[in-house]
């Protein structure tokens, strides 16, 4: 499975973003897709994830601000991301999990999409 991750762009703090992340088989609808982010300096930090039934679990530093949501028939997971913070400047991941039970953990996940730069100014 090939996966695209893209929608990120400079905006400013208190703005919204939201990212796509666009599988190249339908067989996405069936596994869990993560997001991940990593800012320069840093190890690679777990966003937020959505289970294959729909179940959505957050990072506490993005929960109730990012929204993850799936579109089976577009074979694409979305990232919403609200009221933006310049800590959340980052390069941002999705990643998708064969085995379902993926969370935190990046070594969980068996497919990557490139990064997507996502930078807030203050």
């Known amino acids: 499975v090939q996966l695209q991750a893209s929608g990120g762009g400079l905006v400013q703090g208190g703005g919204s973003l939201r990212l796509s992340c666009q599988a190249s088989?339908?067989?996405?609808?069936?596994?869990?897709v993560g997001w991940f982010r990593q800012a320069p300096g840093n190890e690679r930090e777990w966003v937020g994830n959505i289970g294959w039934r729909g179940g959505t679990y957050y990072a506490g530093s993005v929960k109730g601000r990012f929204t993850i949501s799936r579109d089976n028939a577009k074979n694409t997971v979305y990232l919403q991301m609200n009221n933006l913070k310049p800590e959340d400047t980052a390069f941002y991941y999705c990643a998708a999990d064969v085995s379902g039970y993926g969370g935190t953990n990046p070594e969980e996940y068996d497919y990557w999409g490139q990064g997507t730069k996502v930078t807030v100014s203050s």
């Open positions: 088989e339908d067989t996405l609808r069936t596994y869990n």
